[in-house]
């Protein structure tokens, strides 16, 4: 099973207000410098390895927060910024309706949404919008194409689903687990490490 090195992108002004939804919006300073910090932390864990930076593939999502992201990472590591794959799969969810709001707005515009929303997090759907077993399907077709150790950028809720895709815990849990920004999740052989 290849390794995936998998970084959040960094923070944008959409995460500091924390709206949801895929506004392809780029990164903030915060956001910069989490992806710089990122870069350090897998130069220290290729080092560990005896690996070098080459003996992985790199992709990103191509929302601009990923790609810009990657490109500070691979900049960061003495790599060509824009040497790297972009796959659609490995988008943001889609929240439809919800898209740009707040949790509060979302609570003022359908009252009692957000708690069906906790009751079953994996299969719940915004009008219009996808659930984490949509995104699940689409990251899974991605992951089966992956040959060697990868250096994936993306988001959240990418990261959610590898957890389940892989075995690592259960599409509840999964869909609950808190992805920050500024840390590498290293997912090998049904385990996940984090490193900050």
Request: charge should be negative; include cysteine.
């Amino acid at each position: 099973m290849p390794v995936l090195y998998l970084v959040r992108h960094g923070e944008t002004h959409f995460n500091a207000e924390q709206r949801l939804g895929r506004e392809d919006t780029g990164l903030n300073a915060r956001g910069l410098e989490q992806a710089a910090h990122c870069a350090r932390v897998l130069r220290k864990l290729f080092a560990e390895d005896g690996r070098r930076r080459a003996d992985y593939d790199y992709v990103a999502s191509p929302l601009r927060r990923a790609r810009e992201t990657m490109e500070v990472v691979r900049a960061t590591l003495d790599l060509d910024p824009k040497a790297y794959a972009v796959d659609p799969r490995l988008m943001e969810i889609f929240y439809g309706n919800w898209e740009g709001l707040t949790l509060a707005e979302i609570e003022a515009q359908e009252p009692g949404a957000l708690e069906r929303r906790d009751r079953e997090k994996w299969s719940f759907r915004p009008t219009g919008g996808e659930c984490y077993r949509d995104i699940g399907n689409r990251v899974a077709e991605w992951y089966a194409g992956v040959t060697r150790d990868t250096i994936v950028v993306a988001h959240g809720g990418v990261a959610r689903v590898l957890l389940a895709i892989l075995n690592v815990t259960s599409e509840e849990e999964a869909a609950r687990t808190e992805i920050r920004h500024g840390v590498v999740y290293v997912f090998s052989e049904g385990r996940l490490a984090r490193y900050d």
